[in-house]
């Protein structure tokens, strides 16, 4: 587990790619920041900060780019020479705790679009997500420790390693360690 802790250390962040994916695309759609801003719902600042490597971009904030770039989530935080998405292994968020992150690995095509993401939630750790759009679907198999995943229409579910669970992600929802030791699942997003 060490080493491969120190590759994920060691692989750069994917907010480098986004950077330049985002501006390479912009550029491409003939769109000034302050365009782009608006049609993504963010400020023309965080458009700077994102073009620049220096913002705290969020996961949702990222899906409402891709959105207005007319570009699928995977193509924004892929490294840019790759010429497709079976193989991303990017580092795509880091929580407070070193023993959180989330990795997109690789995506495929399914009615739009399916990512496959390795996950880790340190002790106490929480990954609030925004609601997607209607059809898409969590598919989440928990590897280690137990994950608690709440969403507004449902009862907190508990899901202990060897267990998996399926939701549409149409509402707002998050993932939790309630525990005492790191949570490590596999997350598949369908769409």
């Given at each position: ?36 801003a608006?049609?993504?719902g ?11 490597g ?41 929580g ?32 609030p ?11 989440l ?12 229409d ?19 929802y998050?993932?939790?360690?309630r ?8 997350r598949?997003?369908?769409?």
């Amino acid at each position: 587990m060490h080493s491969q802790d120190a590759a994920i250390h060691d692989r750069p962040d994917v907010l480098a790619h986004v950077a330049g994916n985002v501006r390479a695309l912009r550029a491409e759609r003939g769109l000034s920041q302050d365009g782009l801003a608006a049609q993504a719902g963010v400020s023309r600042r965080m458009i700077s900060g994102i073009e620049s490597g220096e913002a705290n971009v969020s996961l949702s904030t990222l899906d409402r780019l891709a959105q207005a770039l007319d570009v699928s989530f995977s193509r924004l935080v892929r490294p840019p020479d790759m010429r497709d998405n079976s193989r991303i292994d990017s580092l795509a968020w880091r929580g407070t705790s070193p023993d959180s992150r989330a990795t997109l690995l690789g995506t495929v095509p399914a009615a739009r679009e399916a990512e496959l993401w390795t996950w880790s939630l340190g002790a106490g750790e929480v990954y609030p997500a925004e609601a997607d759009a209607a059809n898409w679907h969590e598919m989440l198999y928990v590897v280690e420790g137990v994950l608690t995943v709440e969403r507004d229409d449902a009862a907190p579910a508990r899901v202990a390693a060897g267990d998996f669970l399926i939701f549409t992600s149409d509402r707002p929802y998050l993932f939790a360690n309630r525990e005492t030791v790191p949570v490590r699942f596999v997350r598949n997003v369908v769409f």
